[in-house]
């Protein structure tokens, strides 16, 4: 099966010294710019006292600086699809990896909060044209039958980000300086931006205007910002509750004005009738459920050892680290996994398997041994990455090539949205604790009732599951069997 756009003429000029090579490459390529993304939306956590004390400001109003790219990226992931489709989807990507290496640089440079919440800003609006506009490349690109290998190898910077970000931010401040958080982002981008140039392709464009839907823009931009503004409002628990229900209230309203628009116009950013396809409603929408764990098991783990148990920040983002290993096992063993028992099966079951092995972290306690956790964490990470594994190709299982770059985007959207939900409510759990205590101090009790709330919440997603089509995914199935049978 040839990918699309490398026999094009407008590619003619610099073809790829080996058809395969992008095939090969792009995952990597995609993969290396989510780390980056996923790396730098958690990173500065564990660095923000010692950046407040560098840049005169109080290490309260530093949380902006997190606030600010979150907010950047979700406000411009949904113009994503329609810049790769305006202006071709390699050009953009290199933008993307250019834009986001230079606010790194002007980031670490910062002599002021001001100077670096500007940075984060732009910064984030390269992350939310990076990632989704590279995976479309890899969408458009990579045959069907080589989707999911490519997909289970993209679903382990998700969950490595996450947790490996504050381990790596505390490192990086106790041993050199806060700026080195953003400097190593540098030849990381320089290199991304070498490899895009070297094995990929531009994608050929359908010839259409593609005009901008700047209203619908607009509508979407409130309504990602507001929502992840108040959920995030919510997990930082600084602004009082009525403030985080406005900006969530504002949010489902845009999106409610959102959908309305979207019913009129020819070409909405976000197309909605993408979500009559059922392998695409079900993994964005049943999907995200399961994704409440990228940001709530971080954030829960981090104040039950820290807070509850006492460890110090290194010990403790150590243990955590463990997920990841779990993530990077499954890499093999997803595609096999899935190829045996089918899609409905593996999402139905490994979602009960997901939510138990959350919700067996309320049974830490302070003198569970070390190794005991790590085991617990390091299958959690490999049922959590081989369910987005198969919730993510799943979602591109039945969606045509002339789809792809909206969908990528409606799914980034989606995701953005997961994330921030689930950290605000493990947030919004301990809170609910802590008042039903009566009292103002977290302890461990609080975190446990967060990963039960968490845990089953990530479970509840198997009914949905269940009701798939017995041949829901098929056709990534029959086309990796066809290539086995072949070789």
């Known amino acids: 099966m040839t990918s699309p756009g490398l026999n094009h003429p407008e590619n003619a000029c610099s073809p790829p010294p080996n058809p395969a090579k992008p095939e090969r490459m792009l995952p990597f390529i995609v993969g290396c710019a989510l780390l980056m993304q996923m790396l730098d939306s958690t990173v500065v956590t564990t660095a923000l006292p010692t950046m407040a004390v560098d840049l005169g400001a109080d ?41 986001f290496t230079l606010s790194s640089l002007t980031c670490a440079l910062s002599d002021t909060l001001t100077e670096l919440v500007w940075s984060r800003i732009v910064q984030g609006i390269g992350g939310a044209m990076m990632v989704p506009v590279g995976r479309i490349i ?41 700026h080195w958080i953003f400097l190593i982002n540098l030849p990381i981008g320089i290199l991304g931006i070498w490899m895009v140039l070297r094995f990929v392709p531009e994608l050929p464009k359908d010839q259409q205007a593609h005009p901008l839907d700047w ?165 959690g990470g490999f049922f959590r990455s081989l369910q987005f594994t198969a919730i993510n190709t799943l979602a591109y299982a039945d969606i045509s090539q002339a789809s792809m770059s909206r969908a990528s985007s409606f799914a980034a959207m989606g995701q953005q949205l997961g994330v921030s939900l689930g950290v605000g409510v493990a947030a919004e759990t301990l809170h609910l604790s802590m ?21 089953a919440l990530c479970a509840l997603p198997s009914f949905s599951f269940w009701r ?16 086995s049978r072949a070789g």
């Open 215 to 379: 209203l619908g823009f607009l509508l979407s931009a409130l309504c990602m910002a507001t929502l992840v503004g108040g959920f995030e409002s919510l997990g930082q628990g600084g602004p009082p509750l009525w403030v985080s229900a406005a900006f969530i209230a504002t949010g489902l309203l845009s999106g409610v004005l959102y959908y309305w628009h979207s019913q009129h116009h020819p070409e909405p950013i976000l197309d909605l009738s993408l979500l009559k396809i059922q392998t695409f409603r079900v993994s964005t929408v049943a999907g995200n459920l399961c994704r409440f764990g990228v940001g709530a098991v971080p954030y829960l783990l981090a104040l039950m050892l820290q807070i509850g148990f006492g460890l110090s920040a290194l010990s403790a983002g150590l243990i955590t680290f463990a997920g990841a290993v779990g993530a990077m096992a499954m890499k093999i063993a997803a595609p096999r996994i899935l190829d045996r028992w089918g899609y409905r099966r593996v999402l139905t079951v490994n979602a009960v398997f997901t939510g138990l092995s959350l919700a067996s972290c309320a049974f830490f306690t302070a003198s569970t041994p070390a190794v005991v956790m790590i085991g617990v964490l390091l299958f």
């Open 59 to 99: 290490p309260v109003r530093l949380n902006i600086a997190i606030t600010a790219y979150l907010l950047a990226v979700a406000v411009f992931v949904p113009i994503s699809g329609w810049a790769a489709d305006r202006y071709g989807a390699r050009r953009v990507f290199i933008a993307a990896i250019a834009l």
């Open 435 to 455: 008042l039903w205590r009566g009292s103002d101090t977290l302890i461990a009790a609080d975190v446990v009732v967060g990963f039960l709330v968490i845990g």
């Open 138 to 178: 890899l969408l458009r690109t990579i045959p069907k039958n080589e989707l999911l290998k490519a997909m289970a190898f993209l679903s382990m910077p998700a969950l490595i980000g996450p947790m490996a970000g504050p381990p790596l931010g505390g490192f990086l401040v106790t041993y050199a300086s806060w």
């Open 468 to 483: 798939l089509s017995p041949q829901a995914g098929e056709t990534l199935r029959q086309s990796r069997s066809a290539q």
